[in-house]
């Protein structure tokens, strides 16, 4: 596609909710990155995909977050028994490869109620 | 571990003026990128400017340069004639050179709110 893109654009659920977030990275690239952005604050780093396989998953918080990408494209972060806490703006990027400039998407606002 | 300290939660420019956004980092690493990122209220983050730590010449893209002082860890970035546009929130970034497996990995700073006056 032209850009990254993530769907769904916002999303609210109940606590202790299961949900997933999609990401549809440019055709092409082999890098993919999910970032979570709490309010007033920059983006943190959650997990790093280089194909298929997560290369880099440092940046996850717990054993709730599980993100998969089973084809080398579409990734998918899924978030289980959600918490208040995990209300934030998750930011998807791409980049053609490992070390390349890392294109954003407009991130899944997540609101836990 | 990185880190990266953004110290001007909020700044104010008359439309037309220049503006100077500050960015200290931690770091014992030789050589890393930075960068400069504009996130408008569409959420998209938007690479403005980018600079590598083994270059000494500072880095500009038309209306936006960065003042890179290696040995004080800083990375200031000032946007002259000023235009609507520039509102938003802007972040700096700092990328390792040297990795296994750590890829694009960015670790960014709090984020200084840009605020243009017309």
């Known amino acids: 596609g032209a850009g990254v893109s993530q769907t769904p654009s916002n999303k609210v659920t109940e606590k202790g909710k299961y949900v997933e977030l999609r990401c549809d990275p440019i055709s092409g690239h082999t890098a993919l990155y999910w970032y979570r952005q709490s309010l007033g604050q920059g983006p943190e780093f959650l997990i790093y995909f280089q194909g298929t396989g997560a290369a880099d998953d440092s940046g996850l918080p717990n054993d709730r977050f599980f993100a998969v990408r089973p084809e080398g494209s579409v990734s998918t972060l899924k978030i289980q028994r959600t918490e208040r806490g995990d209300s934030a703006v998750y930011l998807c990027a791409s980049s053609l490869g490992g070390y390349t400039e890392a294109f954003f998407g407009q991130g899944t606002r997540l609101t836990v109620v | 571990a990185q880190t990266v300290t953004q110290s001007q939660p909020e700044m104010s420019v008359q439309e037309a003026e220049t503006v100077t956004l500050s960015c200290t980092y931690d770091t014992s690493e030789s050589d890393y990128y930075l960068f400069w990122y504009k996130q408008p209220p569409s959420r998209q983050m938007i690479l403005v400017i980018r600079?590598?730590?083994?270059?000494?010449q500072n880095a500009t893209e038309n209306r936006f340069s960065v003042n890179f002082q290696k040995a004080a860890k800083s990375f200031s970035l000032k946007i002259s004639d000023s235009q609507l546009g520039d509102a938003a929130m802007y972040f700096c970034a700092y990328r390792r050179t040297l990795t296994t497996s750590a890829g694009n990995k960015l670790t960014f700073g709090g984020g200084t709110r840009v605020l243009v006056k017309p």
């Open positions: 600079q590598e730590a083994y270059k000494q």
